[in-house]
């Protein structure tokens, strides 16, 4: 069982940054996929970016590529996602999510596991 918990969300205008961090509990995080989705409201969950268990690959919507890293610390079983350049349309409860194979780099949600509770983003005009 692995526990995901998001943080870093919050208020910024357009243009500025965030760095959003999703902690995870258990020992085995380090062997597992990572992405985040976005869920503006009224919209469907979106995929945003992944990172396989190493950290070596990863996968961007292309909505935020460019803008967004995402990121691991296994040490500190911590996937970051690094926003830059944010936009009004950035705005949206940002979730991180694992799953068990490690290496899918899925945009599909249905791929993922485990889910933490969201952090909310929101950019101003």
């Known amino acids: 069982q692995v526990q995901l918990v998001e943080s870093g969300g919050g208020l910024v205008k357009a243009g500025g940054s965030l760095r959003l961090s999703c902690a995870a509990s258990g020992r085995t995080f380090s062997s597992y996929g990572v992405g985040w989705f976005r869920q503006a409201p009224g919209k469907e969950r979106e995929f945003v970016a992944a990172v396989t268990w190493s950290g070596d690959f990863t996968r961007y919507a292309d909505s935020v590529k460019g803008r967004f890293t995402i990121s691991r610390d296994n040490a500190k079983n911590t996937v970051y996602l690094q926003m830059n350049s944010l936009k009004p349309e950035d705005t949206a409860v940002y979730y991180c999510?694992?799953?068990?194979?490690?290496?899918?780099?899925?945009?599909?949600?249905?791929?993922?596991?485990?889910w933490g509770q969201g952090t909310q983003v929101t950019v101003s005009s």
């Open positions: 999510a694992a799953d068990i194979v490690g290496a899918l780099l899925s945009r599909s949600a249905n791929e993922y596991d485990y």
